[in-house]
């Protein structure tokens, strides 16, 4: 995304799923999660899951003489790559681009237990996915046509159609915007179902006129998730091929017999694929690398302490290493909020995940105002930011970074991960300091015209001769001085 490299950033919804892994590799739900441990991907029964579990919540105040230090540790995250993990990537990348169909097959074999002779076999074509659209149930498919609307009508409105002008002398120049020819979307799969997943990446890319998109997506033992298939449809993929992790992202990066190059790759996976992703950068675009789930809400004494609560532990349950943080000043709601979490609590299948991610980086901040709440929003640009206040409209204009920023107290962040309609794709890690979330605008690419009219050339000449001089570029010099000696 970046010339130095692309941020981390986040997708942003409901964790878990078994995904095709590589050797020792965790599973992964979606981008918006740390590099995600094994037990993030085994939901619970539902009823009390405390006994393995104790919630503590840490409590920080900001007139408290280390608090800078303070949050300067909670806020931290090293996403460190493992190397055993990039060497890994390294050898399968290198693999799939030596050896192309056949060396994506026998990952496929070994990591998704599937034995196909050809690629081809591994296909989902266009009919394949309307056939899974059609047999979901009512309120499914009415669901998925219900957030593909909104998402589709809100990115509508982010297109970009390029400018032009003439200048004084005639001249004119502008800025054309053209589409990709030719994206891939990588989907989590196994038993979790991502169709969100599949309609924020793949909706804007045909908003953006993106002639192909081309989706992979693991299917472990060979079982096709009709809820991917169906988003697929409706969002308009092209085609698809049932295989995942590294050899995937190499696959789509470099292209197999099968399998067409694409353009820029989007989609979040687990350790491997986002290793993948780092690595075949600069071959093609990414979308981002997937930072752990945030979740920040500014909060004053009208906030609902149930909501706060809850809408703490969405994010909290994607991972051990997401990030829930409440500020406000005042010390009663906290009080409120530390009590509807611990009665939540007990209702939460993933309540382990929810007791790590709180022992680890979540927090409950009193701050001198509101004000302070606001400043302090911006130093830690979250990912997603609640104004649960009761002038909420009055704190928007003091939020400088932020991936998402959910207005009032009915602005719940888990709207945004499905259906609201702006992308869950959003930057993580500090990185909505100069990032932004995925958007149309991430599928078009931007060509300067430059129609020069004769008094123009003339004109610029001496200034362009008179630069390229001292820059010691001769040719350059002569080919901005010729215009001057032409006569037509």
């Given amino acids: 995304m970046r010339a130095a490299g692309p941020p981390q950033g986040s997708n942003s919804a409901?964790?878990?799923?078994?995904?095709?892994?590589?050797?020792?590799?965790p599973a992964r739900g979606r981008a918006g999660e740390c590099e995600a441990r094994t037990l993030s991907d085994r939901p619970q029964a539902w009823g009390d899951h405390t006994s393995a579990?104790?919630?503590?919540?840490?409590?920080?105040?900001?007139?408290?003489?280390?608090?800078?230090?303070?949050?300067?540790?909670?806020?931290?995250?090293?996403?460190?790559?493992d190397p055993s993990v990039d060497a890994a990537v390294t050898a399968i990348i290198?693999?799939?681009?030596?050896?192309?169909?056949?060396?994506?097959?026998?990952?496929?074999?070994?990591?998704?237990?599937?034995?196909v002779s050809r690629l081809a076999d591994l296909a989902i074509d266009a009919d394949a996915m309307r056939d899974a659209h059609a047999s979901l149930p009512d309120k499914q498919r009415a669901a998925l046509a219900t957030a593909a609307g909104r998402i589709r009508d809100f990115h509508e409105r982010q297109k970009d159609r390029g400018f032009?002008?003439?200048d004084a002398d005639g001249s004119e120049l502008g800025q054309r915007v053209t589409p990709l020819d030719r994206v891939g979307i990588y989907v989590p799969g196994g038993k979790a179902a991502y169709p969100s997943s599949v309609l924020m990446n793949a909706i804007p890319a045909r908003v953006a006129g993106v002639g192909e998109i081309v989706m992979v997506v693991p299917t472990p033992g060979g079982v096709r998730n009709p809820l991917v298939l169906a988003a697929a449809h409706l969002a308009g993929v092209t085609r698809a091929f049932a295989i995942g992790g590294a050899q995937a992202i190499a696959a789509l990066a470099y292209g197999t017999e099968t399998i067409p190059a694409v353009d820029k790759i989007c989609g979040p996976g687990n350790a491997y694929v986002a290793a993948a992703k780092r690595r075949v950068f600069g071959a093609v675009g990414i979308d981002m690398v997937a930072g752990v789930s945030e979740i920040l809400i500014i909060a004053d004494a009208s906030a609902n302490p149930d909501w706060v609560a809850i809408d703490l532990f969405s994010q909290a349950e994607h991972d051990?290493?997401?990030?829930?943080?409440?500020?406000?000043?005042?010390a009663a709601l906290i009080d409120r909020v530390a009590a509807s979490a611990a009665r939540w609590f007990a209702a939460m299948p993933r309540a382990q995940i929810i007791a790590a991610s709180f022992a680890r980086r979540g927090a409950l901040i009193r701050t001198?105002?509101?004000a302070e709440a606001c400043m302090l929003a911006?130093?830690?640009?979250?990912?997603?930011?609640?104004?649960?206040?009761?002038?909420?409209?009055?704190?928007?204009?003091?939020?400088?970074?932020?991936?998402?920023?959910?207005?009032?107290?009915?602005?719940?962040?888990?709207?945004?991960?499905?259906?609201?309609?702006?992308?869950h794709v959003l930057p993580t890690g500090r990185?909505?300091?100069?990032?932004?979330?995925?958007?149309?605008?991430?599928?078009q690419k931007r060509s300067s015209v430059l129609r020069i009219a004769r008094k123009t050339a003339q004109a610029l000449a001496p200034v362009a001769v008179e630069l390229a001089t001292g820059e010691g570029l001769e040719a350059h010099a002569r080919s901005a001085g010729a215009r001057l000696e032409a006569n037509g």
Wanted: charged share 25%; proline share 6%; glycine share 6%.
């Fill in 378 to 423: 911006n130093r830690i640009a979250p990912e997603h930011l609640e104004l649960a206040v009761a002038d909420a409209d009055a704190l928007l204009p003091q939020i400088r970074h932020a991936g998402a920023i959910f207005v009032g107290h009915y602005a719940s962040e888990a709207l945004g991960d499905y259906c609201a309609g702006p992308n």
């Fill in 320 to 330: 051990e290493m997401a990030q829930a943080i409440l500020l406000t000043p005042d």
């Fill in 164 to 166: 032009s002008f003439r």
């Fill in 14 to 25: 409901p964790s878990g799923g078994s995904e095709a892994r590589e050797p020792d590799g």
């Fill in 94 to 115: 290198a693999d799939v681009r030596a050896r192309g169909d056949a060396a994506v097959l026998d990952y496929t074999r070994r990591f998704d237990r599937i034995d």
């Fill in 431 to 443: 990185t909505a300091r100069f990032s932004s979330p995925l958007g149309v605008y991430d599928f």
């Fill in 53 to 81: 579990a104790r919630l503590e919540l840490r409590r920080l105040d900001t007139t408290q003489p280390d608090f800078d230090r303070a949050l300067d540790a909670l806020i931290a995250f090293e996403a460190a790559q």
């Fill in 368 to 370: 001198r105002n509101l």
